[in-house]
């Protein structure tokens, strides 16, 4: 079975930075587009960034010059650095990914790590 396995996450005071890493693993034979998403308390979940296999990026407007996405694909590995960290960037980060197995093309997803932004 494919899984991802996220990590970084923490609380960091308002202007700080953190990194959060996703890793699949399994039974893949080619992992597509990988991605961020994040839900806050009360909000419905929004994309953070998204990064193709070539390495095209792209951003939520409110993450535009201070948070960086990346991949590493002979580690099936996705990064989020978080520079410049607000309070409203608190919530749970997902990780994404699209993977081709042997059954078939799917989205599949990590299990969440808190991003806590407070002084």
């Known amino acids: 079975q494919v899984q991802l396995v996220e990590s970084g996450g923490g609380l960091v005071q308002p202007g700080g930075s953190l990194g959060l890493s996703c890793a699949a693993s399994?039974?893949?034979?080619?992992?597509?587009?990988m991605g961020w998403y994040r839900q806050a308390p009360g909000k419905q979940r929004e994309l953070v960034a998204r990064?193709?296999?070539?390495?095209?990026?792209n951003y939520t407007d409110s993450v535009k010059g201070r948070f960086t996405i990346s991949r590493d694909n002979a580690k099936n590995t996705v990064y989020l650095q978080m520079n410049s960290l607000r309070p409203e960037d608190t919530a749970v980060y997902f990780c994404?990914?699209?993977?081709?197995?042997?059954?078939?093309?799917?989205?599949?997803w990590g299990q969440g790590t808190q991003v806590t932004v407070s002084s």
């Open positions: 990064i193709t296999t070539s390495g095209s990026t």
């Open positions: 994404n990914a699209n993977i081709v197995t042997w059954s078939g093309v799917h989205n599949y």
């Open positions: 399994g039974s893949i034979f080619r992992v597509n587009g």
